[in-house]
């Protein structure tokens, strides 16, 4: 095995190792002997990587942000009116729910939902839809509103126990943003 293989596999046995810990308790509980024990992996690899469970869990987060961007900007999108990137992005959440769910519901960082709407595809979007309605100052109202939003349907979505498919959950957030919004669809 290359070592860049024997990287790659490491990180994802720490990276599994601390969702299915998630599962169980508060990243503020979890130890990385802990992570190390369930990942069967040294915690001097461990410590290779990362400086604690918190470094861990940020490189996560990082990485649903490049999957979610990378997603987005491979997708095509007309962006002349329609909510096609917001149909886009809960699919993506839905295709990946667990990981999603986890780093949703144990978010250490309060910016998080903001890098998440932020990337460039949605950002464009978000300006795109709503740049001529408002001016420059009421675009940080209007931002805070769909991220804030967008993400508390999201993550109410995530923790049902049955939840409905995303393109569901894509209607009805694509609706509420019409509806609050209609000149920007």
């Given at each position: 095995?290359?070592e ?8 994802q ?103 998440l ?24 109202y ?13 993550r109410?979505?995530l ?27």
């Amino acid at each position: 095995m290359s070592e860049n293989q024997r990287v790659r596999l490491s990180k994802q046995l720490l990276r599994q190792s601390l969702i299915k810990l998630l599962g169980e308790k508060s990243i503020h509980k979890v130890s990385v002997r802990e992570i190390c024990e369930q990942a069967q992996v040294n915690r001097s690899t461990f410590y290779k990587y990362y400086g604690s469970q918190y470094d861990l869990f940020h490189d996560m987060e990082e990485e649903i942000l490049a999957h979610v961007n990378n997603y987005l900007r491979d997708e095509p999108s007309t962006m002349t009116g329609d909510l096609s990137q917001i149909t886009k992005l809960v699919a993506f959440i839905g295709e990946n729910a667990e990981l999603c769910r986890i780093i949703i519901n144990h978010n250490i960082d309060p910016k998080f939902p903001e890098a998440l709407v932020n990337l460039p595809s949605l950002h464009q979007w978000i300006d795109t839809h709503f740049r001529v309605e408002y001016s420059k100052n009421e675009m940080e109202y209007v931002y805070g509103l769909v991220v804030n939003g967008g993400f508390s349907i999201i993550r109410m979505w995530l923790n049902k126990e049955n939840p409905e498919p995303p393109d569901v959950v894509a209607e009805v957030l694509c609706a509420t943003i019409a509806k609050l919004f209609p000149a920007a669809v």
